[in-house]
Each structure stands twice: as C-alpha cells, then as structure tokens.
C-alpha cells in the first residue's frame, strides 16, 4: 500500500501542525482510513488541473499513526511533479 503524508503545516489555532494524507488509489486512502478510524465524511476533494485529489487532514497524533501503519513522507509538491 502507497500511502502519504506531508510535512506539518502551521495553520495555527486548533490546526497547527495538521499534515495531509493521501494516496496512489482510493482504495489504498480509504484502508489506512479505515485503519486510523477516520469517517469517510472527513475525505476532501480538491479539483484541479490534475484531476481529483482525494486527502485527509491528520492530527499530529493520527499523523504518527499513520507512519506506524506504513504512509511515506512525501510533499504534496513532490508527488504532483512525479505524478504529472
């Protein structure tokens, strides 16, 4: 499974440090997803030149989980540039 995370963003406020989760297929992000019990109804979509890009926010804590269950640090940038 090919999963993502980015770097913590500093929003600030009650999202501070929040960082994106992404993934190579839906079904892949919905996995991790489902492993991390975050409910389908927190998925974005942003509408791009690129298509869809399906993400979740992360807490840093469910960020941590995340990268014990396998995601890959990546930029967003990063995966857009090798994606494209």
């Not at 690129?50 to 990268?67: H, Q, V």
Request: net charge positive; with cysteine; aromatic share 14%.
């Amino acid at each position: 499974m090919t999963v993502y995370v980015d770097a913590p963003q500093p929003y600030g406020g009650r999202y501070n440090n929040w960082s994106h989760l992404w993934a190579d297929s839906d079904a892949e992000l919905h996995a991790i997803a489902l492993c991390l019990h975050l409910p389908r109804t927190w998925l974005q979509i942003s509408r791009g030149r690129f298509g869809d890009f399906k993400t979740y926010d992360l807490s840093p804590a469910m960020r941590t989980k995340a990268l014990r269950y396998g995601a890959e640090y990546m930029s967003v940038k990063e995966w857009i540039r090798r994606n494209s």
